[in-house]
């Protein structure tokens, strides 16, 4: 049976945290002195107060998760968290409807991007800022966080781990799981530090070099401006999000091995990250190539917009610093090819994930080497180490149910009137958590805005499912989950 009273318990805590990331909003909307200012205390109270409640359930409870209660409760803490979180947009006004406000949030923590909001530089400065926060929180995952700053209110914290890390494969660079979480999110602040500074010498103020480093740590594409990175016409910019995108795409424990223990040789050895670094070379030669021959364009504006769309996409960050609606149709293979791949694993970003990709490039090969040699022992090695066999069930299952889930998707986008490319891509789009089409408008003259509600609350439940990778959501709705101990 599910442990309730610990589920409470988590809940009541992580919410505290939600409402005082909503002071550090009202720091911002006081300093600007703009009229979100009574949106902010009034959510961060009726946050507070739902903590207190949830804390009250909780107040029995047992340091100690189960594996069930370990899915019950990442799942709940999202689709929570993202239910508080929509009541600064409702209270200010800048979101009218639950709907919207519901799928903006979702979109936020779940570093998708999409927005309902067709003009977001009218908003004051404390509701962008929210925008921002949301995604950098979502970035490395909501529980995760609370193993790293409250390792002892997590009894079950390896349970949690598992349920919302990204990958087949879970790699600890150390014994102690909240250890592990403490680096990781360490290099995380240090990747939005040290992003947020170079764009501000690069030319952004204070404001838009903090909001724009923590969606692009994030790889969420939140933007400050309606243009994205286009509205800077800059460069420097454009190279400098390039470069940190690229980083938040690597797996992080891979990151704090070959950075802070100065083992540069193993980033080279990780087949993961070759294969991540060979298709944003590759797909980048073939984007420049087209845009250099066909789109008129000198070679560093080619190199250089096609490298930013390519680690765009690929990391799912989903920014843009070129119209791509206008670019050949072959390009929107590219860019929809790296969207679906995404990049590593244990990363920010979102998409089938490379070492998935090499998984599966691994396992063919060997079902054709057995083809002629039936009697081989095959086994699919990554790094060195054999993958067991119950990893690769799960990576096609998985497989299975992401391509099941696009379709399906599609479908219901094409039948509310949307043309059938761009329902595919949105409903790749929702489950990569990458957030915008490749299109200015969606298709047929509606954007996510003009979308009809029903759809907004699929492609919620899509994006969450996308960020917990399917399975911690889904198994949630089998009959054995509940009947089982």
């Known amino acids: 049976m599910v442990n309730w009273h610990i589920i409470f318990k988590i809940i009541g805590s992580l919410l505290f945290i939600e409402a005082f990331f909503m002071a550090w909003c009202v720091g911002m909307s006081f300093y600007f002195q703009e009229d979100d200012t009574l949106a902010f205390l009034m959510s961060m109270l009726i946050t507070f107060g739902s903590a207190f409640l949830f804390l009250l359930m909780g107040r029995k409870a047992k340091n100690s998760l189960s594996r069930h209660d370990a899915f019950v409760v990442v799942t709940a803490v999202w689709v929570i968290f993202s239910f508080f979180g929509m009541f600064p947009f409702l209270i200010h006004g800048s979101i009218t409807n639950v709907t919207d406000a519901y799928f903006e949030t979702m979109s936020g923590f779940s570093t998708t991007g999409a927005s309902i909001l067709d003009d977001v530089e009218c908003l004051p400065h404390g509701i962008l800022f929210w925008r921002s926060l949301t ?55 240090l990747l939005t530090i040290g992003c947020g ?10 404001y838009e070099a903090l909001n724009y480093s923590m969606t692009t740590t994030a790889t969420g594409g939140f933007s400050i401006h309606n243009d994205s990175f286009s509205n800077f016409q800059n460069p420097s910019i454009d190279y400098i999000a390039i470069l940190f995108e690229f980083l938040a795409g690597i797996n992080f424990t891979l990151l704090y091995v070959s950075i802070f223990k100065a083992r540069y040789k193993e980033l080279f050895k990780n087949s993961e990250f070759k294969l991540y670094i060979s298709l944003v070379l590759l797909a980048t030669v073939g984007l420049v190539t087209v845009l250099f021959t066909q789109m008129g364009y000198d070679l560093e504006k080619a190199f250089r917009t096609g490298l930013f769309q390519i680690v765009s996409f690929m990391t799912t960050t989903g920014v843009f610093s070129d119209d791509v609606a206008q670019w050949p149709h072959i390009t929107w293979i590219i860019l929809g090819a790296v969207m679906f791949i995404g990049a590593c694993a244990g990363s920010t970003s979102g998409g089938f994930k490379c070492i998935r990709a090499v998984m599966t490039l691994k396992t063919l090969r060997n079902n054709f080497r057995q083809i002629l040699h039936p009697n081989a022992v095959l086994p699919v090695k990554i790094n060195g180490s054999s993958v067991p066999q119950s990893r690769i069930v799960a990576l096609f299952a998985f497989f299975t149910l992401f391509m099941c889930m696009i379709l399906v998707t599609a479908a219901i986008m094409i039948l509310s009137g949307i043309d059938a490319i761009n329902s595919i891509v949105i409903a790749l789009s929702c489950v990569s958590n990458i957030g915008p089409t490749l299109s200015n408008d969606i298709g047929a003259n509606i954007t996510w805005s003009g979308m009809p509600d029903y759809t ?22 089998t009959p054995s989950f509940w009947r089982d101990n």
Do not use: D
């Open 135 to 189: 995604q950098w929180v979502g970035g490395l995952g909501i529980v995760f966080f609370t193993i790293a700053i409250l390792p002892s209110l997590v009894g079950g914290s390896v349970k949690v781990f598992a349920a919302e890390a990204t990958g087949p494969i879970k790699a600890k660079m150390h014994p102690r799981l909240s250890t592990t979480a403490k680096w990781i999110w360490s290099i995380y602040l």
């Open 197 to 206: 500074i170079a764009f501000w010498i690069a030319g952004m103020n204070w």
């Open 456 to 477: 907004k609350w699929i492609l919620s439940l899509l994006m969450l499912m996308g960020r917990l990778e399917i399975m911690t959501v889904l198994v949630l709705f």
